[in-house]
């Protein structure tokens, strides 16, 4: 077997996926706000998400985005957490950097993993796109720590950071009116009301006042 397979098998072999619906995998970590663990935010629905690498193009147009969706992830009580394999001092020179080549100021915490204990408890290195930097993830925990969702991005494409808040506030309308929200899904729009589970449901579904294509796809309003 070759120095690679074997690489591969290896961590394979450590690597453990985060499940959704599950909790999330536990951690604690040195970050640019100092030590933190996500018990810290038992409470607060927390958008983690990891980079490639600092002092690069692409993770810095992501940044400035990410630091621009903060207030309104906050005021949804989400908080953002960012992730790489860089250390701690990289972490605090490049949000420098921004701050001070761009005028933006990064307001959420940055885990420093450069053991990769966070990124391979939540399959954060994929080793066909590389084996020292993560993918671009993004992981949603529930106040109750349960991960709700998760996003994988290659290296060379950066997220669409709207579509993150749309998701946390998607998911929180499932929360606190049990619904689902269809394709293209905005905030405002029309929801899914869950489809009946009997004939007798499917049969008095039509007749509940929903808007109705049919008994298994009925809209309300939210």
Not at 32 to 60: I, N
Not at 84 to 110: Q, T
Not at 124 to 153: K, L, N
Not at 182 to 208: C, I
Request: charged share 25%; with cysteine.
């Amino acid at each position: 077997m070759c120095d690679d397979e074997e690489m591969y098998e290896d961590y394979y072999e450590q690597r453990s996926l985060p499940i959704l619906g599950e909790e999330a995998p536990a951690f604690e970590a040195v970050t640019t706000h100092g030590p933190k663990k996500l018990e810290d935010y038992r409470g607060q629905w927390v958008v983690l998400f990891s980079h490639p690498a600092d002092f690069t193009p692409v993770c810095t147009t992501e940044f400035m985005a990410f630091a621009g969706a903060f207030d309104e992830l906050k005021s949804l009580n989400a908080q953002l957490i960012g992730l790489s394999i860089d250390s701690v001092h990289s972490h605090i020179a490049w949000v420098r950097n921004i701050e001070e080549k761009f005028g933006v100021r990064i307001p959420f915490p940055v885990i420093a993993d450069l053991d990769m204990n966070v990124a391979r408890m939540y399959g954060m290195i994929h080793p066909g796109q590389s084996t020292t930097a993560a993918v671009r993830a993004v992981f949603f925990i529930d106040p109750e720590g349960i991960m709700r969702a998760m996003i994988y991005y290659p290296l060379s494409n950066g997220r669409y950071i709207p579509e993150i808040v749309r998701l946390v506030r998607a998911l929180q309308m499932t929360d606190e009116k049990g619904v689902a929200t269809p394709a293209n899904w905005q905030p405002g729009d029309k929801v899914v009301v869950p489809p009946p589970a009997t004939q007798e449901a499917a049969e008095k579904r039509l007749k509940e006042g929903f808007e109705c294509r049919d008994w298994y796809l009925c809209f309300r309003e939210p």
